[in-house]
């Protein structure tokens, strides 16, 4: 079953937050990166999951997908995947 995507919105620092949870899960895939800025992202309406595209230097972008248990479940976040490498003008597409 697909998920319904909203569309794609500028970065928070929510955004930013969940992204750092992660970085260590992305960087271990595509090698230490010295910039590490989530952009834009995309969320889904019933499930908590973000799509993130994340500045990690250079002309180098990643698209990360996130996602967050619920606080009952503790709230746990993790990175579910990633594309890579990605340009600045690449649109967030669901994968």
């Known amino acids: 079953m697909s998920l ?3 569309r794609t919105e500028d970065s ?4 930013q937050k969940f992204c750092d ?3 260590k899960d992305l960087e271990d895939k595509i090698g230490q ?3 590490y800025n989530a952009l834009t992202f995309r969320v889904t309406d019933t499930e ?3 799509i993130a595209k994340v500045h990690v230097g ?3 972008y990643a698209h990360v997908k996130i996602s967050q248990t619920l606080p ?9 995947d990633y594309q890579f490498p990605k340009k600045m003008l690449d649109i967030i597409e669901p994968f």
């Open 48 to 50: 908590i999951q973000y």
């Open 4 to 6: 319904p995507w909203k």
């Open 12 to 15: 928070t620092p929510d955004v």
């Open 33 to 35: 990166k010295s910039v």
């Open 72 to 80: 009952c479940y503790g709230e746990e976040v993790k990175l579910v």
């Open 58 to 60: 250079g002309n180098e």
């Open 21 to 23: 949870l992660v970085k």
